[in-house]
Each structure stands twice: as structure tokens, then as C-alpha cells.
């Protein structure tokens, strides 16, 4: 029987046996807003069914067997036409079943957990030596996860909040991800399985609120469908992943879907994202505009929506001496507004003129991360400047006792007053007022941005180059993720990698630095020497580089990447999360990632302070 057409069966026996599954009672409210949403349930399930199944089949296999490669791949294609709805119902399993080949460390329970999940599956059926214990113990988990997956869609009708936030979060996952070869970094299938997301993406549409965008705008449908056949048809002619060229897809193909998406969703009128506490504006044309991230789903949720007053006093106190004890230090001293905030030294000098043990990192995008200091141990932006309060080498000025120094200038009785209602007893409304500050501390309009929303055509052939490189064949952006290019994960944004990747302690090469990182945090060896991953933007204006300024140049820190680490140094890193094989990058290639790079540096980063 012609496989295809197999496969079409195949798919037609699932849903009506999906439908079966699930109780009619549970069915009293899929009709929302004159649309059925009966339908999309039931491809939903159909989908998570069938990878199901193909793991059934694939566990009857000997992991020898040449099949079980496109097997794999057929199981792939099934959960990523589930993935989207499986993601917000259950955002934890959806990752853990297609997460990084890592351990997990459970801070509950102290345990490290062996990775599991199709990237654990893909190495192990990839894998020059196969191990059969292994493939059974993925097949196993994986099985587990999907089945509750599935129970989760059976269960819970989607809703347009459920459809709409899902194909977000797909479409973040497309461009961040899957152009980057984080789902499959072993076998580089993740650009094929694009077509495969946004072919999904119409089925679904057709099968639930087509026919009211048709009667609202007819020219609207069509664009969509054309506008995704184009992206389908460029993915068709070239999916090779070192060769795919990145930089043209999202500016040419996938920008103009996400833009018709949008405007989808704002004619169905079927969901009001006002007030979202989502990372995402949902009202963003793309993911490359200045306001496509919502500030304040990072922000504490007593700080959110700041007011001018909070920012104006917050702006203040940044640049203010007499908020450390000895009246000599302030945020500016080694947040320099010229220098992006960060301060061009190799390690910044304490409140005695000694020196600190880390490079002072910028602050521009900061409040995009759930991870704060180097070593990632502040959750909050509050708590990191609570900690340089407290830190005897900095401010030392006990969060709890109001420094009366500050009042010396009455204006801030005025401030204080109109931020808050009085003039405080205590750091804390001092330390919030900062942190709403410095969340505005943002630019997300460099050349790079501008060429992505084709506000301008300035890319040179060279740093086109660069980009792709970035996506592609040298990995970056499999841990400085598109578009903020920092460590918080997408599409969730709710954790923000540590990556152990054996920084040296110079410039020499010689040997791994003294510093463990977040290893003090719990003290497991999973953790030496690891750091949290940082943005990349404005990267030509913070130099030196790495947590402890070992690299002054970025040509240095290409070349630790290109020789694979610390590993590929020679140095003893044995749960090194960077690959340990070199990149195998030319001299011209890693100028080319260079000159992209420096595109990253944005043209007006604060619009309170001037640069």
C-alpha cells in the first residue's frame, strides 16, 4: 500500500476513535463563540494518538533496524501537529517530552533525573554505538509522557484563549527552535518540521474559525493561505540545515504569517489578550518589534504597569552614591550608560577599591530573564539589587533600615511622596522603584530588528552570512535564543538556562577558572562551573566577555567556541553542556558570526537616559 495513503487511514480510523474517547458530556461548551471546536479537539487527539501508536510500533523494532529512524521522524511529525494545544494544557510534560538531552535537577527533592524525551531518543537511535537499554527506557517515558498528554486533550475543550495562546507559543517555537536545530540537534530535522508546524497551523484554522475570517475578510483568508504556501514551498526547495538560508525565511516567509495571524485573531474577536499575563504582546506583528515582549509578565506583579512617577524616582536612586554606606558607590558606578550599562572593566572594584570576582554584565533586556547574577541565584530583579544591598562589599546598607543620607537631597521627600504616598522606613520601596527602572532599561530596535521587519534592506552579504551561521552550523542560538538572544527558554519564558561550558580562567587558555558558579546553590556536581546564559545584544559595547572578562575580544571568544569549550581545551569539564567536538568554523565564518553580531547593537537602548 502507498505509504501516504496509508498514512491517511491511518489517521481517519484515530479520529474516529478519538472521538469516541472522549464523553459527550465534555462536549456541552465546544461550541464557543459560533465556532465548534469539537473539530480541532478531535485532530488534536488523533495526533497525540498516533505517536502513540508509532511508539508502540517502534518499541516492536530492534534499534538496529534502518526503519527505525523514519519511524522516528513519522513520531516526531505526530507530536508536533499535537504540540501546539498539548503546550498549554500541560507546558512542564509538552517540554519535558521534547526537551534538551540533559539532567534535570529537582530542587524539591534534591534528585538529578537522567534526560528523557525525543532529543534523548534521537541520540540514542543515532548514536555510532546503540545501546538497547537506553532505547527501551526512552521508548518507555516517552509513552508516559504522551499518554498524559493525551488525557489532558481529551479532557479539556479549547477555548479561543487556548487556541490563540497555542499557535503563539507554536510560532515562537518555530523561529527560536526549530530554526535553530534545538528539537533535533542530532539528526538537523528540525527545519523539515517547520512545513510540518505551519501546515498544521492552516488544518487546524480550516477546521475551527475559517469560515468567520472568510465573511470578515475574504483578501485576509486568501493572504493567509498564500502567505504560508510560500513559507511551505521555500522549506520544500531547500531544507538542509547547514545550507538553509535563515535570514530571508523569517524576513520574507515566516514575518508576513505571523502578521496575518495577528490579524486573524484581532477580526475573529474571539479573545481579549488586554491585561495578558502572557511574556508575549499579542498584538506584536512579529516577534523583532521594539514591543513584541510584555515587560510586565517579568516584573513583580506589585510593580507592574509602573507608574512615571516609580520610574522617574527609580532613575534617581540608580545613579545616586548615597545609597551604599560609604557614600561611594551607586548602580551607575559600574552600570554605565555609555558602555550599555556594563563598565568595560575586566571585574569591577567593591566599596573599598578592591576588586569583585565578576565582570560586571549590562543591563539592557535585563528584565528578560528569570535568572539574575552570573550564577543565575536571584529569581527576581528585586532580589539581585536586595543582594547589592546587602553585599558588605557593595552598598552594605541593610534592606530593612531606610538610609536617611538619602534624604540630604529633599527633592526625593517629593519623589517619594508621589511614587508611594509617603517617604518609606525601609529599602524596599527604594529597591522596587530601581528595579522598575531598569525594566525599562530596553532595545529591541538594532539593525538587526529593523532588517527583520523590513523597515530597511542594510544587511551586508557578510552578515546575512553571520546570522545563518549563528542559527545553524555553529549552534549559538541553541542557547541564545532568537529573538532576545539570551538564555529564557522559548516559547513558556518561565526559566532562564545555566549552561556549563568550562570558561578558562584567562585569556591563556591554560587552565578552567576557580569559580564554580551555581554550584554553591546546592553543591551538585551536575552544577560546576556553571553560569547563566547571557544576551548577546549590544555585545560590541560590553566587552570583556564571559563572567569573569577572561576574553577581551570577541575573536578570543569565537575561538573557545570553535575548539568545543573548556572539553575541547583540554580541561576536565565532565557534565559539559556545549558540545565537546570543535565547530569546525573558518577564520571567514566566525568574522562573518562576528559582523553579525555587532548588528545586535541598537540604535536608542534607553529612552530615559540618553546614551
Known amino acids: 500500500m502507498n ?6 487511514l491511518t ?22 463563540n459560533n465556532v465548534n471546536w469539537e473539530h480541532t479537539q478531535n485532530y488534536y487527539l488523533a495526533h497525540i494518538n498516533l505517536a502513540i501508536n508509532l511508539l508502540d510500533s517502534l518499541d516492536t523494532y530492534s534499534i538496529e533496524n534502518p526503519k527505525s529512524k ?11 501537529k499535537a504540540e501546539p494545544y498539548a503546550g498549554v494544557l500541560n507546558p512542564e510534560v509538552t517540554h ?11 530542587d524539591d527533592s534534591g534528585k538529578v533525573i537522567d534526560p528523557v524525551g525525543l532529543q534523548k531518543l534521537e541520540e540514542t537511535i543515532f548514536a555510532e554505538e546503540q545501546n538497547i537499554k537506553h532505547f527501551k527506557r526512552d521508548i518507555y517515558f516517552l509513552k508516559g509522557f504522551f499518554k498524559n498528554l493525551k488525557d489532558n486533550i481529551a479532557k479539556r475543550t479549547p477555548t479561543p484563549k487556548r487556541f490563540f495562546l497555542g499557535t503563539h507559543q507554536q510560532l515562537m517555537r518555530i523561529v527560536s527552535l526549530s530554526l535553530a536545530g534545538f528539537d533535533t540537534p542530532v539528526s538537523g530535522h528540525s527545519i523539515r518540521e517547520i512545513s510540518i508546524s505551519l501546515q498544521s497551523l492552516y488544518d487546524v484554522y480550516k477546521l475551527s474559525i475559517q469560515p468567520i475570517i472568510k465573511e470578515k475578510s475574504y483578501e485576509l483568508d486568501r493572504s493567509f493561505k498564500a502567505n504560508l504556501d510560500k513559507a511551505i514551498n521555500a522549506i520544500d526547495r531547500s531544507s538542509d540545515f547547514k545550507t538553509f538560508d535563515r535570514f530571508s525565511f523569517i524576513r520574507d516567509y515566516f514575518n ?13 474577536n474571539l479573545w481579549n489578550v488586554e491585561d495578558s499575563p502572557y511574556p508575549y504582546n499579542f498584538n506584536a506583528p512579529t516577534f523583532f518589534e521594539e514591543d513584541s515582549f510584555n515587560v510586565n509578565f517579568f516584573l513583580d506583579i506589585n510593580d507592574r504597569n509602573p507608574s512615571d512617577e516609580k520610574i522617574a524616582l527609580g532613575k534617581k536612586l540608580f545613579f545616586d552614591e548615597n545609597l551604599s554606606q560609604k557614600g561611594n558607590l551607586a548602580c551607575a558606578t559600574c552600570h554605565l550608560p555609555e558602555k550599555a550599562y556594563a563598565d568595560g572593566l575586566k571585574l569591577s572594584n567593591d566599596n573599598n577599591g578592591k576588586l569583585l570576582s565578576r565582570n560586571t554584565p549590562t543591563l539592557i533586556n535585563s528584565i528578560y530573564q528569570k535568572a539574575f547574577f552570573w550564577d543565575g541565584r536571584a529569581a527576581t530583579i528585586e532580589n539581585q539589587i536586595n543582594s547589592v544591598f546587602n553585599n558588605d562589599k557593595e552598598f552594605n546598607t541593610h534592606i530593612h533600615r531606610f538610609s536617611q543620607n538619602i534624604l540630604k537631597d529633599t527633592t526625593y521627600i517629593r519623589l517619594f511622596k508621589e511614587a508611594y504616598g509617603f517617604v518609606p522606613k525601609t529599602n524596599k520601596e527604594t529597591v522596587r522603584a530601581i528595579s522598575v527602572f531598569v525594566s525599562t532599561l530596553n532595545g529591541l530596535s538594532s539593525k538587526f530588528d529593523r532588517n527583520m521587519r523590513n523597515e530597511e534592506d542594510s544587511f551586508t552579504e557578510q552578515e546575512k552570512r553571520g546570522f545563518n551561521l549563528y542559527m545553524g552550523k555553529a549552534l549559538c542560538a541553541t542557547c541564545h535564543f532568537i529573538p532576545l538572544t539570551n538564555g529564557t527558554v522559548p516559547p513558556y519564558f518561565s526559566e532562564t538556562e545555566k549552561e556549563v561550558i568550562g570558561v578558562p580562567a584567562s585569556k591563556k587558555n591554560v587552565r578552567i577558572d576557580n569559580d564554580k558558579g551555581f554550584y554553591w546553590v546546592f553543591e551538585e556536581e551536575i552544577h560546576r562551573n556553571m553560569f547563566k546564559t547571557p544576551t548577546i545584544r549590544n555585545i560590541e559595547l560590553t566587552a570583556p566577555y564571559m563572567h569573569n572578562g577572561a576574553y577581551e575580544t570577541l575573536d578570543q571568544v569565537m575561538d573557545f567556541y570553535n575548539k568545543g569549550g573548556g572539553a575541547g581545551l583540554g580541561f576536565n569539564v565532565p557534565h559539559q553542556t556545549l ?15 562576528i559582523a553579525f553580531m555587532n548588528t545586535l547593537t541598537d540604535s536608542h537602548l534607553d529612552k530615559n537616559t540618553s546614551l
Open 3 to 8: 505509504k501516504n495513503v496509508y498514512k491517511f
Open 11 to 32: 489517521l481517519c480510523i484515530l479520529m474516529l476513535v478519538s472521538c469516541k474517547e472522549v464523553k459527550k458530556e465534555e462536549y456541552a461548551s465546544v461550541k464557543i
Open 70 to 80: 523514519q519511524l522516528f521522524f513519522d513520531i516526531r511529525e505526530a507530536f508536533k
Open 96 to 106: 519535558r517530552a521534547n526537551g534538551p538531552d540533559l539532567p534535570v535537577y529537582k
Open 256 to 268: 508576513p504569517i505571523t502578521r496575518n495571524w495577528v490579524e486573524i485573531r484581532q477580526a475573529s
Open 579 to 593: 558540545p565537546f567536538d570543535n565547530l569546525d568554523l573558518t577564520e571567514e565564518e566566525m568574522q562573518a558570526i
